[in-house]
């Protein structure tokens, strides 16, 4: 016997949105919600998302629609126009996911709620196991979920897909059946129709069986988390990884800091991550290379700078730029170059030239491969790669580093790093004063 109140507390006035996809286990939960709307005054908000990889979807998004009609409920619904190159799973489960916590800021309201049931976990930490992953991976999901600001609640957790299609059938509740369910070519969908009918023949209850195996790995995980919190506050500072004391930690350690520091990235359950990409991170991190970075899964990078590590959302790149000077040039890193009249200052922030030994106009661009430039004070010339490596400048600064070059592309200047032989001396005769400082 199905009873949500049993397992999870409703408040008087509790504002809900559920997650609907048509299909028999999404529709029993709104079905078994309805049935306490009026004890609890519920306000329930129906959430769905049509895939578009059907032609029945646009069926079932209009079924949906009218049901909600019938049953005066708020009805949300988005369609997916157009896939990347990621998985398509994992691609539509974060477009999914990105949609109802939209709908749940728009509403104000206190739980998202999913049809998540005890053969969905099964399934999930069968998957972790193969794929690797850590004890919160190795648990599939919580029931509850914090969000900050609301909670993913998953209440059919105790039940069986099966159990769930009685229901609907004791209640007379109409469903769609989504045919991609039931093709091979999809991972979860194999484990569901052959490994699953093995275990529920050892054991009928397997499923709560995993669900203490579950609990059991979130009891650990707890317990671990409070020595990855102190390992946290020796390792990280403003946000990044002082590999030198990293490498300090124990190894186990090493990798929950790993996990913990990119599920600000990722989903609660850490879908899109194994066991392969902590060990090229952990590889990464213990290399002799100062400057480098590995792309992760959903435009993630994974970015080591000399003794910093970090992990950063890869946002669009800034393209090249070249920008003819005129008296002033605003930048991309928040900088800009001015023409000034005086000053006494001598650092590398400050270039004085000679209109007559180059060629006007001034460029200020980015750099480019082959970029070298005549030092001050040294015979011949540099790459302006390699002074961008002893002065240890990140990858993602070298990129947007401004560089100063004449009309025939002769770098002139650096600016805030160095100076070529084209600088002069407060004493020297010069008409050009450029002046590199933040923008105000």
């Known amino acids: 016997m199905i009873n949500i109140e049993k397992n999870f507390k409703f408040n008087m006035n509790d504002r809900i949105v559920i997650g609907c996809s048509c299909g028999p286990d999404s529709m029993a939960l709104l079905d078994m919600l309805l049935k ?31 049901y909600c009609d019938e049953k005066s409920l708020i009805f949300e619904s988005m369609i997916i126009e157009n896939y990347g190159d990621d998985n398509f799973h994992n691609e539509a ?37 193969v794929r690797g992953s850590n004890l919160n991976g190795y648990s599939g999901f919580k ?12 209440p059919l957790i105790y039940y069986t897909k099966a159990e769930l299609e009685e229901y609907d059938k004791e209640n007379n509740v109409k469903y769609y059946i989504d045919s991609s369910n039931l093709k091979d070519k999809y991972t979860r969908n194999r484990y569901r129709k052959y490994i699953l009918p093995f275990l529920k023949e050892e054991e009928k209850d397997v499923h709560l ?68 990409h902590i060990d090229i ?46 008296k002033i040039a605003l930048l991309p890193n928040n900088h800009k170059i001015e023409m000034i009249n005086d000053t006494d200052d001598n650092s590398n922030n400050i270039c004085r030239l000679n209109s007559n030994e180059i060629t006007l106009p001034l460029i200020v661009r980015t750099r480019k491969i082959g970029d070298k430039i005549a030092v001050k004070g040294l015979n011949g010339t540099k790459k302006v790669k390699d002074i961008f490596i002893d002065k240890k400048i990140s990858l993602a600064n070298r990129d947007i ?30 008409d050009i004063i450029l002046k590199y400082s933040e923008e105000e």
Do not use: C
């Open 36 to 66: 306490i709307r009026n004890k609890y005054n519920l306000d329930i908000i129906v959430a769905h998302v049509n895939h578009n990889v059907r032609k029945e979807s646009y069926e079932e998004a209009e079924f949906l629609k009218k």
């Open 93 to 129: 489960r974060n477009i999914r996911y990105n949609f109802f916590e939209d709908i749940v800021h728009k509403y104000d309201a206190k739980y998202l709620m999913t049809a998540h049931h005890g053969d969905d976990l099964i399934e999930t930490i069968l998957m972790r196991i």
């Open 143 to 154: 029931t509850v979920v914090d969000m900050d600001g609301y909670y993913i609640v998953r």
């Open 209 to 276: 069986k995993f669900y203490k195996f579950s609990n059991t790995l979130l009891e650990a995980s707890k317990f671990i988390d409070k020595a990855r919190n102190e390992a946290l506050n020796r390792v990280v500072q403003n946000d990044k990884i002082l590999v030198d004391k990293f490498l300090l930690e124990d190894s186990y350690i090493q990798r929950d800091i790993l996990y913990y520091l990119l599920s600000e990235f990722y989903q609660d359950d850490l879908i899109l991550l194994n066991d392969k």
């Open 281 to 326: 991170i952990l590889n990464l991190i213990n290399s002799d290379r100062a400057n480098s970075y590995i792309n992760l899964p959903n435009e993630v990078i994974a970015r080591k700078n000399y003794n910093n590590f970090e992990f950063i959302k890869e946002v669009n790149e800034i393209s090249n730029y070249e920008i003819e000077f005129d």
């Open 401 to 430: 580093w401004p560089i100063v070059v004449d009309s025939l592309g002769k770098v002139v200047w650096i600016p805030g790093i160095k100076k070529s032989k084209f600088d002069k001396k407060k004493i020297d005769s010069y």
